[in-house]
């Protein structure tokens, strides 16, 4: 068994990977009913967690697996549960809505080719390291180089918690 | 990696869901004779000797039952709920190793199906993911009951992972190291960690507590309320599967919490038995302790179940929000400040 | 209003203490008595094997009783299925023929009897009407069955068995 093989595997795990995710995109936006739409979309961020493994980055994987199947899409999922969900209740979009929605797609389109246009020339990524993805390099990668971003981004969560409970209690006072 | 290897990982695998299953259906058999013990009864004793063979009657009985999918409810996801309640509860016990390397005949076998350097995180996703088996089967079965079940279960199981993570967050503090491998290597003999960390082990308990919906947290499933939960609509072997999936995840979560907290396959003397009976035979004593450990957690399990009342469902929020996670949050503080004045002062 | 007896105790509603607030000790104590309970003796009686003892007037199923000599005391009067408030006794009387002395006590007999055990409130009043001493409650608790029919005894599950057995 060489490297190649290996490398085929790979590939065509990728490619029929690749297709489920795209496959249970186009099922979120599809689908008629919102949960079923949100179990595509549990499904697909499912496919992005093997795509992480396959790319050896366990860590992440595993934290977009607890993180985005395990929670955020559990609380998306707990409040579609509480909606009412009826028929007659889907409000109906006035034109200038359904344009601007067109509008802002097409738009998105043609900055997509234009920037699919410039990749075709660069050259594939090559991992200098291919163990990056393992925690440890990774803690070490975030708290050395960094470590600012990281500590921003932490205050910005932060400061988001603070809004809600500030939010949340805001409420009480005045009812 | 040679074929005899793969033939052992494979051995190994099948040998590890079968003991999950047989402890799971046992559990039903000790649950019940446990709490007719605790309430001064005798249990189950018709079945077998000491009623042994309840739990295939009970099985077998599960089988045999009418398999009902409501008109309104949404036949797949209906399938779908218990299959993957039982799935999620199984894949746990991937990352648990139950002993250390064993020799038989020759080859050294890893008494552990894989040893992934994010062994708790793949614990913690796993059992992030449970939540869905019971979300999914409340929300299809079009029942009122059980989609109150569903969303009680979904936030309590969010609720109590964050206090759950953040007692782990400090023992991982110490041991420096996600894979569940090496934090168990780490406890060898009587180093265990539950003597460093008390209170992330009792943060940890009364999570575990929670995740698993066992009493005092059994709110999802809670009868006086809730008729069922989130099975109220559920019959047959589906039922079974939900039920099977609460004792499996039992059994999972009492073998993690021995393996993170009581030492693992660690026990005094450990050396001098690897040292007078050779590398076949300790790892196997190895085994049993931690087997022994498990099962002393899963009867503790069953003690408090049939000894505290139920929580209150704003009670139950409450301890999860403003004590546990605060206390968490404190136990970590309180970690680092202790560990880094001992590397300070050169421990 | 002032309490006449002066037994009444005024209870006050403290505040939890800082121990009673962490909850801790009390599981730890309420554990400890289910402890306790876990290695007491199990108050069960296994029915089948393990019968409790019977109070003396205990009434269960009905036996039809004979004399000394082994003969059926019943002659038929239908005094016990009058008496009977649930209905649950019946009968048909038949007249002894010759040669059947040894077999019935009286001129008429019972030639068939039946209760009714679904019926039967086991009030006893059966007993008290009969004027031959016949009927009574002495058995023991009626065992179940499955269908319906099953609970109507006759008389090969109610007359006492023969003496020289």
Excluded at chain 1, 153 to 164: D, F, I, Q, T, Y
Excluded at chain 2, 174 to 197: C, K, P, V, Y
Excluded at chain 3, 92 to 113: C, F, I, S, W
Excluded at chain 3, 115 to 122: A, E, G, Q, S, V
Aim: hydrophobic share 50%; net charge neutral; charged share 15%.
């Amino acid at each position: 068994m060489g490297q190649g093989y290996f490398v085929n595997i790979n590939m065509s795990t990728f490619y029929f990977i690749a297709f489920l995710s795209i496959f249970f995109s186009i099922l979120v936006i599809t689908a008629k009913n919102p949960v079923h739409s949100i179990l595509y979309l549990i499904l697909t961020f499912f496919t992005f967690t093997i795509h992480y493994i396959l790319m050896n980055a366990q860590f992440l994987a595993i934290v977009n697996f607890i993180v985005y199947m395990g929670a955020i899409l559990v609380l998306f999922l707990y409040t579609l549960m509480l909606i009412n969900l009826n028929k007659d209740s889907e409000p109906v979009k006035p034109f200038m809505v359904k344009f601007a929605g067109v509008f802002g797609g097409g738009i998105l389109m043609v900055a997509l080719a234009a920037s699919l246009k410039s990749i075709g020339a660069s050259n594939p990524v090559i991992l200098q390291n291919p163990d990056l993805g393992l925690v440890k390099n990774l803690g070490k990668v975030l708290f050395n180089e960094f470590l600012l971003p990281f500590e921003i981004s932490s205050v910005l969560l932060l400061s988001a918690m603070v809004g809600a409970v500030l939010l949340a209690t805001k409420d009480t006072k005045t009812a | 990696m040679g074929l005899v290897d793969i033939a052992f990982k494979f051995g190994l695998i099948l040998i590890i869901f079968l003991i999950s299953l047989v402890v799971a259906m046992y559990s039903t058999y000790a649950e019940r004779k446990i709490a007719a013990f605790f309430q001064d009864r005798i249990g189950p004793n018709r079945a077998g000797p000491f009623g042994l063979l309840q739990p295939l009657a009970d099985g077998a009985k599960m089988f045999l039952k009418e398999e009902i999918i409501p008109t309104n409810a949404t036949p797949f996801l209906f399938i779908v709920g218990p299959s993957l309640a039982i799935l999620t509860a199984c894949i746990g016990s991937a990352v648990i190793p139950w002993g250390q390397q064993i020799t038989i005949g020759g080859h050294i076998v890893d008494l552990q199906v894989t040893d992934i350097n994010v062994g708790v995180l793949y614990i913690f996703g796993v059992v992030s993911l449970g939540v869905y088996g019971v979300m999914i089967g409340g929300w299809a079965s079009n029942n009122k009951y059980s989609l109150l079940g569903a969303i009680r279960a979904a936030s309590q199981n969010i609720s109590y992972e964050i206090s759950m993570g953040l007692s782990i967050i400090a023992l991982l503090m110490l041991t420096g190291t996600l894979s569940l491998r090496e934090i168990a290597e780490q406890q060898h003999g009587w180093n265990w960690n539950i003597l460093r960390q008390p209170l992330g082990f009792l943060i940890f308990i009364v999570c575990a507590f929670a995740e698993t919906n066992r009493t005092p947290f059994d709110l999802p499933e809670c009868e006086t309320e809730l008729v069922g939960g989130y099975h109220t609509e559920y019959s047959s072997m589906k039922l079974g599967f939900y039920l099977f999936a609460e004792y499996i995840n039992m059994f999972i979560s009492s073998a993690v919490m021995a393996t993170l907290y009581w030492g693992g396959y660690n026990y005094p003397g450990m050396d001098w038995m690897l040292a007078h009976t050779g590398p076949t035979i300790a790892p196997i004593i190895g085994v049993v302790v931690l087997f022994a450990k498990t099962f002393l957690f899963i009867f503790f399990f069953m003690w408090v179940r049939w000894t505290i009342p139920r929580f209150r469902y704003d009670q139950l929020m409450d301890l999860g929000w403003k004590i546990l996670i605060p206390l968490a949050i404190a136990n970590i503080v309180l970690t680092g400040i202790v560990s880094a004045t001992l590397t300070h002062f050169g421990y | 209003m002032e309490s006449l007896s002066n037994k009444r105790k005024v209870l006050e509603v403290k505040p939890l203490n800082f121990l009673e607030r962490a909850y801790l000790p009390a599981i730890a104590g309420g554990l400890i008595t289910t402890m306790k309970h876990f290695f007491r003796k199990p108050v069960t009686i296994s029915y089948p094997e393990e019968k409790r003892e019977f109070s003396e007037n205990f009434r269960g199923m009905h036996s039809l009783k004979r004399d000394e000599d082994g003969k059926e005391r019943c002659t038929a009067c239908g005094l016990c299925a009058l008496s009977c408030p649930a209905e649950a006794i019946t009968m048909t009387a038949a007249e002894r023929q010759k040669g059947e002395e040894h077999l019935y006590r009286e001129e008429k007999y019972a030639a068939v009897y039946e209760i009714n055990m679904l019926r039967c409130i086991f009030c006893g009043l059966c007993e008290e009407a009969c004027p031959k001493e016949a009927i009574y409650l002495d058995g023991d608790i009626v065992p179940a069955d499955y269908l319906r029919k099953d609970f109507i005894y006759g008389k090969d599950k109610l007359v006492e068995a023969p003496l020289n057995q």
